[in-house]
């Protein structure tokens, strides 16, 4: 069998991660503190949240806080770890990983953006230095997500059209959006 967690952000500082077997919920969650305070307006909290497709990274969309957070996450004990935040991401709002976890990609909602992170290194400042514009739209970008055919596919809000990465373990515009 394959369990899974169910991660949420409550409207604090903490990460709650919930454990799914072939039982049912675990209805008492895993809780890991230090992240971001939604806290105050509900609209603190809007954005998405993924884990890598490795299972052991974690990253947070904070559209109305204008940030990204990542850190690690321990698909053994649920606990999320080493939470550290990307400021300046405008609307941040659709998030997701590279098949190969070194890149991070960042949807800007009203800025129209999408940016691309190299997380490899694992350090802060490298990553946010990393911050690159991969494409820029005329309409608002919101949710990204990871295909099982390696790509990232971009929603492009009233547009008719979804937005591709074909190789988005490649840096910068060879990520070939």
């Not at 904070?62 to 935040?85: A, H, P, R």
């Not at 911050?131 to 929603?155: E, F, N, R």
Request: hydrophobic share 35%; with cysteine; aromatic share 10%.
């Amino acid at each position: 069998t394959t369990d899974f967690w169910v991660i949420a952000h409550d409207n604090s500082t903490n990460y709650l991660a919930y454990l799914v077997t072939e039982n049912g919920v675990q209805t008492t969650p895993v809780i890991s503190g230090g992240g971001v305070n939604v806290s105050g307006s509900i609209y603190n909290a809007i954005g998405y949240l993924k884990l890598s497709s490795g299972g052991n990274r974690l990253a947070s969309a904070f559209k109305f806080l204008n940030l990204v957070e990542i850190g690690n996450f321990d698909n053994k004990t649920g606990k999320v770890s080493n939470l550290q935040v990307i400021p300046s991401v405008n609307t941040a709002y659709g998030i997701e990983f590279s098949p190969d976890n070194t890149k991070l990609y960042s949807t800007d909602y009203f800025d129209q953006k999408l940016f691309q992170f190299d997380i490899s290194s694992g350090n802060i400042t490298s990553i946010i230095n990393s911050k690159s514009i991969i494409y820029t739209s005329t309409s608002a970008l919101s949710a990204i997500q990871l295909g099982p055919d390696g790509k990232i596919y971009v929603s492009r809000d009233a547009h008719g059209q979804m937005g591709v990465i074909n190789k988005p373990n490649q840096s910068g515009n060879l990520c070939n959006y």
